[in-house]
């Protein structure tokens, strides 16, 4: 979807796994050594075009190239760096926008991160980690930085508990891997029919709407918010602490038993480790066999 988006060609999902697969037994033992556990890399397919025309003009060649990389835990500390209090720090967008009707914004392409960055370094002078992007004259609640933004808060009226994220109808967010998982995930294990819900943990409604920071603001006031999360593959799961908007502070509970994560966003972020290391059986795990 992302490649047509920039009439790039398709790539058969299926081949490029076996791509994947071949790369892996390769590098995959060079660089996650057995001596390592727990580590992993960030495996990232592009596509670019390479023909020789000059100009406005689609591509008539593309080349399909994996890049991996080992990635830091960055829930954590940096060698060398300060510890600094638990949870991201979002300042909400005011002018600019990342994405609008009609556009691109939900599409990997690199378009979407060039023209982000103005924002971004602003807002890390100012202290925060990431832009929470806006969108629209009511303030709509997009993503997070690169990464897909979720909530937990009390229904206003029900006094239900909802995990809460922008849809993708609108065209205005990533059709995130690691969100889809997420969903997948509280789905299958915290909706109120999961026969597999965690005791002692209330069951969550899944709400994929259009919601806006005016929302988020009220919900705060009353005291609804529960916890608040970003889902993506550099961030993983991390949970947010606060979200300034119109210079004010919102601050995020963070209520789990070390005082660094929702409840929610812990349990989730554990069942996705166990899966990616191999830790439980799962259809979304792929062995890879290494290259003697």
Known sequence: MSAQRVVLPAFDPVELEKLLLAFMAVDGPRWLPKSRP????????????????????????????????????????????QPKPPGLRLLASKEDTRAWPGGFGYAKVGANYGPAFVAHMAGRKLGYDQILWLFGPDYQVTEAGASNFFLVLRDPKSQALQLLTAPLTEKLILDGVTRRSVLDLA??????????????????????????????????????????????????????????????????????????????????????????????????????????
């Open 38 to 81: 727990g580590t992993f890399l960030y495996v990232r397919p592009a596509i670019i075009g390479d023909g020789e025309e000059l100009g406005v003009t689609s591509p008539s060649e593309a080349l399909l190239f994996v890049i991996a990389v080992p990635w830091p835990d960055l829930s954590g500390t940096p060698p060398g760096a």
């Open 187 to 292: 789905n299958e294990r915290l909706s109120s029919s999961s026969k597999s819900l965690p005791s002692g943990i209330k069951p969550l409604e899944i709400v994929e709407r259009t919601y806006t920071m005016l929302e988020v603001e009220e919900a705060h006031k009353e005291g609804r918010i529960v916890e608040a999360f970003l889902s993506g593959t550099a961030y993983f799961i991390t949970p947010v602490s606060a979200v300034s908007f119109r210079d004010r502070n919102i601050e995020i509970p963070m209520q789990n038993a070390a005082g660094d994560s929702g409840v929610y966003a812990q349990m989730i972020k554990t069942w996705l480790y166990d899966i990616m290391y191999g830790n439980v059986e799962h259809e979304w795990g792929v062995v890879v066999d290494e290259d003697e």
